[in-house]
Every structure is written in structure tokens, then in C-alpha cells.
Nanobody
Framework: QVQLVESGGGLVQAGGSLRLSCVAS????????MAWYRQPPGKERELFSN???????NYADDVKGRFTISRDDVKNTLYLEMNNLKPEDTAVYCC???????????????????WGQGTQVTVSS
């Protein structure tokens, strides 16, 4: 099994910055694509950025140029640098990872998806 734990959320004024982290832990696994989702109050959860194992990143239009996704595969950590935050960025932010598990001798490998528990980001106007 793999666990994802986010950190770095909080309250910030409009125009401010935050950096989120998502650390994966477990044993005998390899992380493939990772992503950030967010769920604004009263709305559906939405994908707004992902990054492949090779480092190719994608962004939704409303965060492009303000948010930067990155990863450190040595530390099994996903990052999100958020700049020029707006009140409409207020949401619960969750990381997601496609993980190849079962890489130990005699184990059966499988690709599974894992979610973090989420971290609240609140941007005041």
C-alpha cells in the first residue's frame, strides 16, 4: 500500500503565494503520473495540473502562468507552487498518484491510483 500526505495549505491574502507538498510513502513501489485536484466549496472536484514521470506538466487555463507543478522522485514528493492567488482558488487541494506497486520478489505488480487526504487553501480578498 501507498499513502499520500499533503501539507502546506492555509490562509493567504489575494496576491499571495503558497507551496503545497504531497509525500508518498510505502514499500516497493514506483510512482508514475501525479496530479493535483481541487474542490471549491459547493463544487465538484476538478483536475487542474498533472506531471508525468518524465517531467511533462499540464495545466488548466485558469492556473496556467500562476501555478507550477514539480516532483522529486528521490523524495517521492509532489509539489505545487501557487503564486498570485485569487479568492476563486479557495478549495480543498488533493494530490493523486498512479503507482506501480508489488515490485518485490515474487509479488504481482499492479498499477493503482491513490489519493491524499487533502489540504485546505483559503484566499481572502
Amino acid at each position: 500500500q501507498v499513502q499520500l500526505v499533503e501539507s502546506g495549505g492555509g490562509l493567504v491574502q489575494a496576491g499571495g503565494s503558497l507551496r503545497l507538498s504531497c509525500v508518498a510513502s510505502g514499500s516497493r513501489f514506483m510512482i508514475n503520473t501525479m496530479a493535483w485536484y481541487r474542490q471549491p466549496p459547493g463544487k465538484e472536484r476538478e483536475l487542474f495540473s498533472n506531471i508525468t514521470r518524465g517531467g511533462v506538466s499540464n495545466y488548466a487555463d485558469d492556473v496556467k502562468g500562476r501555478f507550477t507543478i514539480s516532483r522529486d522522485d528521490v523524495k517521492n514528493t509532489l509539489y505545487l507552487e501557487m503564486n498570485n492567488l485569487k479568492p476563486e482558488d479557495t478549495a480543498v487541494y488533493c494530490c493523486y498518484a498512479f503507482v506501480l506497486v508489488g515490485l518485490g520478489f515474487g509479488e504481482e505488480a499492479a498499477m493503482n491510483g491513490y489519493w491524499g487526504q487533502g489540504t485546505q487553501v483559503t484566499v481572502s480578498s
